[in-house]
Nanobody
Framework: QLQLVESGGGLVQPGGSLRLSCAAS????????IGWFRQAPGKEREGVSC????????YYADSVKGRFTISRHNAKNTVYLQMNNLKLEDTAVYYC????????????????WGQGTQVTVSS
């Protein structure tokens, strides 16, 4: 059974950095497209980043472009999200899941969802 476990969240001041990890078990990440999503209190879950399988391009939400970077380490079976210059509005629970880039913009998440990891940006 495909299982993804997020970690690395925490409390950070504005302008700080965090690196989130998404560890896969029960399958190897190679061949799967895994992206990051987040859900802030009172808001719908949104796609943060996903790498398209069709053209290998990486999608980033406009709100995180230039600050967040998705990467993967297949040998460790892990996908990362490096988050720099964090802002108050980045506060949310962050999830990883299989993803697909929607033509015209946006990211669709599907498959198993983990418990998420809380990121709180506060001064």
């Amino acid at each position: 059974q495909l299982q993804l476990v997020e970690s690395g969240g925490g409390l950070v001041q504005p302008g700080g950095s965090l690196r989130l990890s998404c560890a896969a078990s029960g399958f190897t990440l190679d061949g799967y497209t895994i992206g990051w999503f987040r859900q802030a209190p009172g808001k719908e879950r949104e796609g943060v980043s996903c790498t398209s399988n069709s053209d290998n391009r990486t999608y980033y939400a406009d709100s995180v472009k230039g600050r967040f970077t998705i990467s993967r380490h297949n040998a460790k079976n892990t996908v990362y999200l490096q988050m720099n210059n964090l802002k108050l509005e980045d506060t949310a629970v962050y999830y990883c899941a299989q993803c697909a880039v929607i033509p015209g913009g946006g990211v669709l998440g599907f498959g198993s969802w983990g418990q998420g990891t809380q990121v709180t940006v506060s001064s």
